[in-house]
């Protein structure tokens, strides 16, 4: 697994203790990408990149950087669709997998709420991160890792 690398959108990641976590007991790099706005904290096996504070500066380092089997942690819609699209794992900190085949239709959904909002509509919006959600997604990603160092 020396080859494969983690990567965080980390401007607003809650699992990123749980991720650094993962890494030192798979000896997987982790790359946490956040905008200067953002502190992270120096951890032995984590690369910290900060990048400008305009909207799309982590989404952009990320894509342009990520490669085929490497994994991705994030929330967003849109960066798990240009990933997807280059063979990269992508897991939202809830421990969904986004796939090729789910991501057309999450993206119609967030087109159609943007709308709604510009209507004046105003759903709910997430529910709030649980410890349910973090043992969820702790107990995918260790699944998962697990199940790679086997092949």
Request: aromatic share 8%; hydrophobic share 35%; with cysteine.
């Amino acid at each position: 697994m020396n080859n494969i690398c983690i990567y965080v959108d980390a401007d607003a990641c809650p699992v990123k203790n749980e991720i650094i976590k993962l890494g030192k007991l798979f000896g997987i790099k982790i790359v946490m990408v956040a905008s200067f706005d953002h502190s992270l904290k120096s951890e032995e096996g984590v690369e910290n990149i900060q990048v400008d504070r305009s909207d799309q500066s982590a989404d952009l380092y990320i894509s342009n950087h990520i490669s085929a089997n490497d994994i991705l942690i994030t929330h967003d819609f849109g960066l798990a669709s240009i990933c997807l699209g280059k063979g990269v794992k992508v897991v939202s900190p809830r421990g969904k997998f986004y796939s090729i085949q789910s991501i057309d239709f999450l993206l119609e959904n967030r087109h159609e709420s943007a709308k709604k909002r510009r209507n004046g509509q105003y759903g709910k919006g997430p529910k709030p991160f649980t410890r349910e959600d973090r043992n969820i997604f702790l107990q995918t990603m260790t699944k998962f890792l697990k199940d790679l160092q086997e092949i």
